[in-house]
């Protein structure tokens, strides 16, 4: 069982950045690959970021490649996501996700536990 947690979301202008957090509760943190997704109102949720257990392999949407990183912190049991070049179209609920298999799934039904989510609201 793995516990996630979300912060850093917020209200951004265009062009700013932000950074987002997750920390994952237990022991066996180093054993998942960790995702980020996002949902805007009236769509579904969709892929933004992952990162593999070992950290050795990295995967972005198109949409956030070149603006967005992820990274994790095994000491802290975190990953992050710092967005940079932020536009509005980026503005949705950002959850962190994790899977203990992975081969680079990006559907959000292919992870299997869930952050609560964090707002993001870039403005224009």
């Known amino acids: 069982q793995v516990q996630l947690v979300e912060s850093g979301g917020g209200l951004v202008q265009a062009g700013g950045s932000l950074r987002l957090s997750c920390a994952a509760s237990g022991r066996t943190f180093s054993s998942y690959a960790m995702g980020w997704f996002r949902q805007a109102p009236g769509k579904e949720r969709v892929f933004v970021a992952a990162i593999s257990s070992s950290g050795g392999r990295i995967d972005y949407a198109d949409s956030v490649k070149g603006r967005f990183t992820i990274s994790r912190d095994y000491a802290k049991n975190t990953v992050s996501l710092q967005m940079s070049s932020l536009t509005p179209g980026d503005t949705a609920v950002y959850y962190c996700?994790?899977?203990?298999?992975?081969?680079?799934?990006?559907?959000?039904?292919?992870?299997?536990?869930w952050g609560q989510g964090t707002q993001v609201t870039v403005s224009s």
């Open positions: 996700a994790a899977v203990r298999t992975y081969w680079g799934q990006r559907a959000y039904k292919d992870y299997d536990y």
